[in-house]
């Protein structure tokens, strides 16, 4: 997309608005796929939570990528999607047996973290086929600040409890066909990801019935110009060759799963906000924009940094600009950052705006969400209007204080 396209955009669908790129999505994906092409059978379900517009859903699906969900709702938007059950694996955290029964009756593959529940499901159902979830508690030596699966971590079952757990497997009769980590950290460091691979190996050679090994996601993306990422060719060469070692211990050909959400979406996605106001302080050149943390809330929540460029005047003369949003609360974007020369009414984009950026969005300040476009194949369709004052009011319930002191 170049700048004339997100111009263009922002001026048919107004502002602030979410565009997508579905060539980079598609790239990305590929670029996955073709990582791990030495492997029999890799599967690629993407994190729905990362951005889960049907569209998106939709898209990714006729890539060929299955779905990773946290929640029976997004299991509903992907089946709503077209995605098949068997496409799609549940892997929630602290959720109630009943939902993960409803899951199970939607087909879709469920994956346990938790001792607790898994022997109530397996006592219930010890014909369904469960996939569970494991912490490998690894931290990473050195100056590394990655941890994986740490001790305090609620995520997974410790794999010093596997006694335990496989007491429960026994007891219940129950049938365990995946074994599953998830690492949630920025991986940059590869051999801190193949140790926690190993523990995943170790706890897989229990269970006699496995059909596939989910190696869930955490892999980084440049935020940054020249910034560092997960090398996922070294990754993809190194992990199959272990992957094939193994599968040829265990005696079968397993599937490989991988779970990327920000891998695959967070890069395509740019956030457009027009410039309300220049505000000179003594000390500082604010830019106020028509947006705030209600509507990409990551600088805020975990300081992420996203590339903000001046798409109205991207020739302008460099200057330092303390970008802010409207909201009634500290949201600032950017500090002192060197933006070309910014003048009302600019539109700026911001990068890195796919993943966990709209989907993270909320009503705030009593603003509407924005709306989204995809741009695929050379052109700009939008794929969620933006709110309305009715959608404000949706579900309020208005009460009549008269009628009800008289009654
Ligand atoms: C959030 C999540 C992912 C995706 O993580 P990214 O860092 O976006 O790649 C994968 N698996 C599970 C279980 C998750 O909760």
Redesign the pocket.
């Known amino acids: 997309m170049t700048n004339q396209d997100l111009l263009d955009i922002a001026k048919e669908f107004g502002s602030p608005v979410y565009v997508y790129d579905a060539d980079k999505i598609a790239f990305q994906f590929n670029r996955l796929k073709k990582a791990f092409s030495q492997v029999k059978d890799l599967r690629i379900h993407y994190?729905v939570?990362?951005l889960s517009n049907i569209s998106i859903l939709k898209y990714l699906n006729s890539l060929g990528s299955g779905m990773?969900t946290?929640s029976v709702q997004e299991v509903k938007l992907s089946l709503e999607a077209g995605v098949p059950p068997k496409d799609i694996i549940y892997?929630p955290?602290g959720v109630s047996l009943e939902e993960i029964e409803q899951v199970v009756r939607l087909g879709v593959q469920i994956?346990i973290d938790n001792l607790s529940i898994l022997e109530q499901f397996g006592a219930k159902h010890p014909d369904v086929p469960v996939c569970i979830?494991i912490n490998p508690h690894i931290l990473a030596g050195g100056n590394s600040k990655i941890s994986v699966g740490h001790v305090d971590s609620k995520?997974g079952i410790s794999i010093h409890q596997m006694p335990l757990l496989l007491r429960i497997v026994e007891n219940t009769g129950m049938n365990i066909n995946g074994i599953?980590m998830?690492t949630?950290s920025?991986i940059l460091d590869i051999e801190v990801f193949l140790r926690a691979s190993e523990i995943l190996f170790d706890a897989a050679k229990n269970f006699k019935n496995l059909e596939f090994l989910d190696f869930?996601?955490?892999?980084k993306v440049p935020y940054r110009e020249n910034d560092i990422e997960t090398d996922i060719e070294e990754l993809g060469e190194k992990l199959t060759e272990r992957f094939k070692v193994f599968c040829k211990e265990y005696g079968r050909e397993l599937t490989l799963v991988f779970?990327?959400?920000?891998?695959?979406v967070?890069e395509a996605g740019k956030f457009l906000a027009k410039v309300n106001v220049i505000k000179q302080t003594t000390s500082t050149v604010f830019a106020g924009i028509d947006t705030g943390f209600n509507h990409l809330i990551r600088p805020m929540f975990y300081g992420s940094h996203h590339d903000i460029k001046n798409v109205s005047n991207p020739e302008g003369k460099f200057r330092f600009y303390s970008v802010v949003g409207y909201i009634c609360e500290t949201d600032t974007f950017a500090n002192n950052r060197r933006i070309a020369e910014i003048t009302e009414g600019d539109i700026l984009a911001f990068s890195n705006a796919g993943?966990?950026s709209f989907s993270m969005a909320s009503n705030f300040n009593s603003r509407y969400r924005p709306a989204e476009v995809l741009y695929y194949n050379g052109k700009a369709h939008l794929i969620r209007e933006r709110e309305t004052f009715e959608d404000l009011l949706r579900h309020q319930k208005v009460i009549d204080f008269q009628q009800v002191t008289l009654e």
């Open positions: 994190a939570k990362a990773d946290v892997t955290n994956n979830r995520f599953h998830h949630g920025d869930g996601s955490g892999f779970e990327p959400g920000k891998f695959l967070s993943a966990y």
